[in-house]
């Protein structure tokens, strides 16, 4: 092709000329064609709601343990970990039921409800898990909250469209990072604020709500965030591009022009069905569903092992240490997002990074059941480096397989995509918590056997995920996210 005709299309095919003026999608592209610079307010507000929306997720496993005990639902103290593991398993169940309609619903009706639905399902339901009188009311709260849930999709794909194309991978690696700020602080918050009337008999009293509902305190500033991030969703955005039936003559020549500037994504004829056939994402989603139940199977099994006696291989920690061990966690991920990880993703190839954290992930694994050998500083100082790299291993996985997901789609299908690849990941994670309650429980059982005693076979069970995970990062799929973001 002539070099007159190569300018033709790259010029003007590459850069949109006509805006439909009622759609807010359009105008957010206008005005983007304009702003050239990172949009720092709807990030901020982006990751506001993001990390809002995951702090129930992970908040109640330090209590979790204490709150079962406390229901006395569980006859024998060896049977609280199997109880635990359906509390934990029922949020994910109920995500996983409905994060693919919540995608599809973003695509049709636009991002920002989903977002507002799944906000204020954490004020009601968060709040009302916190006052749970019994073993069935807290079950049911964090089943509902989780099919209100639908938000993990359509905010992956709201942060690739919200800004410019060459700040959009640094839009998801601000969501898997507030994500995984959130999955750490919210058991942080946990930790620190509930049974305050023990823990702060001067600020609470046992005769006061919270005495009465000692797990309500750290639930209730959950919600109290929330609200927050429900007041900032007014200086978010919609994306989704909505045109009428009068347009359509223009949208031929749009649909081409974005699919030529989207020069990564697979073709999108065929509509949602055509998800399961395009193997790139499947093979990402593939992996991601593997290191996702392994890394919320390691979040209740650390908390559980971590609170439990050491005649039982645990570590006699309180609810307070792990909130201790949880926010130092956090901070060092803040660090490593910011200041570690963008030279990193720059240096490695993207699924080469993710063999590497696997690979490290192992040896760590490993290490967890000799900890109980240590005491005193020792053991704190060991405990927190170990739970630092194993976070920063797994955000650094997560943050690479939302980036190639992302990568293998066109935006009409974005937030399907994403809400498709939340489903399956809900499903593992729903399964994660009772396998890991059932085995935890096993493993206390089995102190003194002569292969894999104790908690040796938790720790060894979570290697064996990850080894799985490892093992489908080989396929040939991936050969196409080689390279360097």
Request: aromatic share 12%.
């Given at each position: ?43 901020a ?41 359906f ?8 995500r ?82 507030s ?9 942080a ?60 003559s ?48 390691y ?124 489903t ?8 994660a ?47 196409r ?5």
């Amino acid at each position: 092709m002539g070099k007159d005709g190569g300018d033709g299309l790259e010029g003007p095919l590459l850069k949109r000329t006509y805006y439909h003026g009622n759609c807010p999608g359009c105008r957010l592209d206008k005005s983007n064609e304009v702003r050239r610079g990172v949009p720092y307010t709807e990030f901020a507000c982006m990751w506001l709601v993001t990390v809002c929306s995951t702090l129930p997720i992970q908040s109640l496993f330090p209590f979790l343990y204490f709150m079962i005990r406390d229901l006395h639902i569980a006859k024998q103290v060896e049977d609280i970990g199997f109880y635990a593991g359906f509390v934990g398993a029922s949020y994910m169940l109920g995500r996983a039921l409905t994060s693919t309609v919540w995608g599809i619903v973003a695509d049709k009706h636009g991002r920002k409800p989903v977002l507002v639905i799944t906000l204020i399902a954490v004020i009601t339901l968060n709040t009302l898990f916190g006052l749970s009188s019994s073993y069935w009311m807290a079950l049911t709260t964090r089943g509902l909250l989780g099919l209100l849930s639908g938000m993990l999709g359509p905010i992956k794909a709201y942060a690739t469209e919200v800004c410019r194309k060459e700040y959009s991978h640094l839009a998801l690696s601000l969501i898997s990072s507030s994500r995984a700020i959130g999955l750490i602080v919210g058991p942080a918050i946990g930790g620190y604020l509930a049974q305050p009337a023990d823990k702060y008999p001067g600020m609470f009293s046992q005769e006061s709500i919270f005495g009465r509902f000692p797990y309500f305190l750290p639930c209730l500033c959950v919600s109290i965030l929330a609200v927050a991030a429900l007041i900032s969703c007014i200086w978010l955005p919609e994306t989704l591009h909505k045109h009428n039936e009068a347009t359509d003559s223009n949208n031929s020549t749009e649909a081409m022009e974005e699919s030529l500037s989207d020069t990564n994504a697979e073709e999108s004829g065929g509509g949602y069905w055509s998800l399961f056939t395009n193997w790139p994402l499947m093979s990402t989603i593939t992996v991601y569903c593997l290191f996702s139940l392994q890394d919320v199977a390691y979040a209740e099994v650390f908390s559980l092992w971590a609170v439990s006696d050491r005649k039982y291989g645990g570590l006699s920690f309180t609810s307070t240490d792990v909130g201790r061990i949880l926010a130092l966690s956090g901070l060092f991920l803040l660090i490593y997002q910011i200041l570690i990880y963008p030279s990193v993703a720059k240096a490695i190839e993207p699924i080469t990074l993710v063999r590497a954290t696997a690979i490290l992930t192992l040896p760590l694994l490993a290490s967890y059941p000799f900890m109980t050998t240590l005491y005193g500083f020792n053991l704190q100082l060991v405990v927190n480096c170990a739970s630092s790299l194993k976070n920063s291993f797994q955000v650094t996985t997560i943050t690479v397989c939302n980036i190639l997901m992302n990568d293998a789609v066109s935006q009409d299908l974005r937030a399907s995509a994403n809400g498709l690849s939340v489903t399956l990941m809900s499903i593992f994670k729903a399964i994660a918590p009772a396998v890991a309650g059932v085995i935890f429980s096993w493993a206390q059982r089995r102190q003194s056997a002569s292969f894999l005693p104790g908690d040796h076979l938790v720790f060894f069970m979570l290697n064996a995920a990850t080894v799985v995970g490892l093992m489908c990062t080989f396929g040939p799929h991936f050969a196409r996210g080689n390279m360097k973001h």
